[in-house]
């Protein structure tokens, strides 16, 4: 199904094609099957590479402008592609974890389906945020933000002197700054 969608959106001729859109079109006729292939030899599952290559020109359809400075148009496809398939994977990663934890919630505490979705999407946000980051430095930024220890809590529990915490502290909220802008 996701392929009559994308060959809909991308090979059906629209009456009067802006130049933007020629270029995707063009882009999606002359790579598409190399992309598709590309991903089938990096993933287990036909299905996901289907739908990856998909995203991938979908992704593309919100930054046209990119098309004009386009050198090397497989490579910037299997970036665009890897980005994309490192987001995939990091929200599940992040998914399981979170069902994980409510999982043990008793029946009353576990959140509304509505809320679930939004805390999820917080969590992937957050993590792609700190993304990069030392493993003590994220640590000690996500037990003072999310558990609400206060910084000589988190000396103790990491084994480290109040001045890292610190240190780790203002490393972690200058990384989300600049990740930011």
Not at 165 to 179: D, F, G, N, P, S
């Amino acid at each position: 199904m996701h392929s009559v969608i994308a060959r809909r959106l991308f090979v059906s001729s629209p009456p009067t094609p802006s130049a933007p859109h020629a270029d995707i079109r063009a882009l999606y006729i002359d790579h598409h099957a190399w992309l598709l292939d590309w991903l089938r030899k990096r993933l287990r599952h036909g299905d996901n590479a289907a739908d990856l290559a998909q995203d991938t020109f979908v992704h593309i359809l919100g930054k046209p402008q990119r098309l004009q400075e386009l050198r090397q148009p497989r490579a910037w496809l299997s970036t665009v592609a890897h980005g994309l398939l490192v987001d995939r994977v990091r929200r599940q990663r992040v998914e399981r974890a979170y069902l994980q934890a409510i999982a043990h919630l008793p029946e009353a505490g576990v959140p509304s389906p509505e809320s679930q979705l939004i805390l999820l999407e917080t969590l992937v946000r957050v993590d792609a945020l700190l993304d990069g980051l030392r493993p003590k430095v994220r640590m000690a930024f996500l037990m003072s933000r999310l558990e609400g220890l206060s910084y000589k809590d988190i000396a103790e529990r990491l084994a480290i002197s109040l001045s890292s915490v610190e240190k780790y502290m203002a490393t972690a909220i200058r990384h989300c700054y600049l990740a930011q802008r």
